[in-house]
């Protein structure tokens, strides 16, 4: 399989590009974004209505709706569905690579889950993830989550607020920390230019942590009553051990590879894959509880997301200009609400394209980061980063977390239900940032 994908890649990376397979705007009726509308409600009402159902076919789902789609941009650009799927490819092989090999590390540790062990992992969580990425540190530190707060009734609200931290809002400060943010860097922007960006990082995570550690007091104090139990709440100096520690430096080499040219980048990714699997003992991994069950939902339903938002991202580009976005504030909020259901990358390049135009049409020369006014480009990049946590398909990392959390017995909240604490939790950091740095 993996053989497969390097030989599809190496084909559509020297395959011509949209820049040379014709110069002419391509556009989309509106109507052509029902594909991706249909494949979005599906995600959100089918496990509701059916989830039986929806878990034997949801493969058969995104590819129905994402065939049409590829014959809908097809006949106006076929080299919009090479670079999609180079896109696509590039996104999976990324996010399978960290799936594997972080399956290969095992965090053994006595110390019972309560709100200052499951905070303290929270908070090193998002530290790791603008060091490792939202998924590598997602992918490494859900499982030992997991099993340190399996002797609680009530954890649904650990892992919520594990996707709102290490799988999103962390990954902040570098270009490593989230896919937009590396986008940026590959068009100009400093690498330590994101540290700016820290101010927002420090504003978010500890309210954020805060919160947990009143709502897991409550849950905890809920869990002790109703199991009848004394298990006291603390961390006690026990001994923490590390296996399949080879497993690091596969990690090493997946980050390291962000900086060499496509091909290259996904052949050493899909080495260190290849080598995790091969070098990792088998006791570890079923330790961890290992399947390739969440990475297979992810690739099929991103798979379709993928193709089914051409329409819809050819329409932003096309009209970007056009949607009054002008002010700090309005970039902040439609950069962060589309990359709420559209993928965060491309809405990030979309809006840096919006205000470069407007810093020409403007006569902006001064204060410029790659062209794009800095009040403008901090706006999109925590907006895209942070508001990538409001749903399940906001961000990779999101869907694969909820998927190992279903394959523990973990009851995850539905598409809507999620939205229902990103809603209660989020966005009301949200607005006070809009009022506190972007007003």
């Known amino acids: 399989m993996f053989a497969r994908y390097t030989f599809l890649f190496i084909i559509m990376a020297f395959a011509p590009s949209p820049a040379f397979a014709g110069t002419h705007e391509v556009s989309f009726p509106l109507w052509t974004t029902g594909f991706f509308a249909l494949l979005i409600l599906s995600i959100a009402f089918m496990p509701l209505i059916n989830g039986e159902w929806w878990s034997k076919h949801y493969g058969y789902v995104s590819l129905g709706l994402a065939l049409p789609t590829i014959w809908i941009v097809g006949s106006h650009d076929f080299a919009l569905i090479l670079e999609t799927l180079s896109e696509y490819l590039s996104f999976i092989i990324l996010l399978g690579s960290l799936f594997v090999i972080a399956g290969g590390i095992v965090i053994r540790t006595s110390a019972r889950g309560g709100p200052v062990l499951n905070s303290l992992i929270l908070g090193v969580g998002s530290i790791f993830a603008s060091i490792i990425g939202t998924t590598g540190s997602s992918m490494v530190l859900i499982r030992p989550l997991i099993r340190a707060n399996k002797w609680r009734r009530h954890v649904v609200h650990i892992f919520i607020f594990f996707i709102f931290l290490v799988s999103n809002i962390g990954g902040l400060l570098t270009p ?31 309210i954020l942590i805060g919160i947990f550690y009143i709502l ?142 407007i810093a020409l049409m403007q006569h902006i020369t001064t204060g410029l980061v790659a062209g794009v006014p800095e009040a403008f480009l901090k706006a999109i990049s925590v907006g895209s980063v942070f508001m990538g946590a409001n749903t399940y398909v906001g961000n990779g990392p999101n869907f694969m977390v909820k998927a190992i959390c279903e394959e523990n017995d973990i009851s995850m909240p539905s598409f809507f239900g999620y939205i229902g604490w990103s809603s209660l939790f989020l966005i009301p950091i949200f607005i006070l940032i809009t009022l506190i740095f972007f007003l």
């Open 216 to 357: 897991d007091r409550h849950f905890l104090r809920k869990d002790l009553r109703e199991m009848d139990s004394d298990i006291p709440n603390r961390i006690a100096a026990r001994k923490l051990e590390i296996r399949g520690k080879i497993n690091f430096f596969f990690l090493a080499a997946v980050l390291g590879a962000f900086f060499l040219p496509p091909v290259a980048r996904e052949i050493v990714m899909i080495g260190a894959a290849i080598s995790s699997i091969y070098l990792t003992p088998v006791v570890l991994r079923e330790e961890n509880a290992f399947t390739y069950h969440p990475i297979i939902e992810v690739a099929v339903l991103f798979a379709g997301i993928f193709i089914t938002m051409i329409p819809a991202i050819k329409i932003l580009e096309m009209n970007g200009g056009k949607l009054g976005v002008d002010t700090a504030w309005k970039f902040f909020w439609m950069s962060g609400l589309l990359s709420s259901f559209l993928d965060n990358a491309p809405t990030y390049l979309v809006f840096m394209s919006t205000a470069k135009s």
């Open 176 to 206: 490593l920390g989230d896919p937009p943010l590396f986008l940026g860097f590959l068009k100009g922007v400093p690498f330590s230019w994101t540290l700016r960006l820290i101010s927002f990082w420090l504003f978010a995570v500890p």
